[in-house]
Nanobody, 124 residues
């Protein structure tokens, strides 16, 4: 079992930056692909970014590409997501997720473990 806890959310002005952290416990995340998803009110949960296991390939949703950076520190059992030039449409609950499969990491069904989420609100 892997437990995931997100932090770093809050209220940010448009054009600003944020840094979300995901702390894992229970197992080391080195053998897990780690993803970030988000869910805005009334919308489905959507893929934001992933960093794969072993070779750390990174992928981003088109909506955040160029503005987001995902990183991992297996020794600290943590994954971070940094985003800049934030927009009101980035407002959502952001979730960290872990997958031990070889799968389509843009699909939320590929993930085995989820955090509780952290709210990010971007004011215009």
């Amino acid at each position: 079992q892997v437990q995931l806890v997100e932090s770093g959310g809050g209220l940010v002005q448009a054009g600003g930056s944020m840094r979300l952290a995901c702390a894992a416990s229970g197992r080391n995340i080195a053998t897990y692909a780690m993803g970030w998803f988000r869910q805005a009110p009334g919308k489905e949960r959507e893929f934001v970014s992933v960093i794969t296991r072993f070779i750390n390939v990174r992928a981003y949703a088109d909506s955040v590409k160029g503005r987001a950076t995902i990183s991992r520190d297996n020794a600290k059992n943590m994954v971070n997501l940094e985003m800049n030039i934030l927009k009101p449409e980035d407002t959502a609950v952001y979730y960290c997720a872990a997958s031990q499969r070889s799968a389509n990491y843009r699909d939320l069904n590929s993930y085995d473990y989820w955090g509780q989420g952290t709210q990010v609100t971007v004011s215009s």
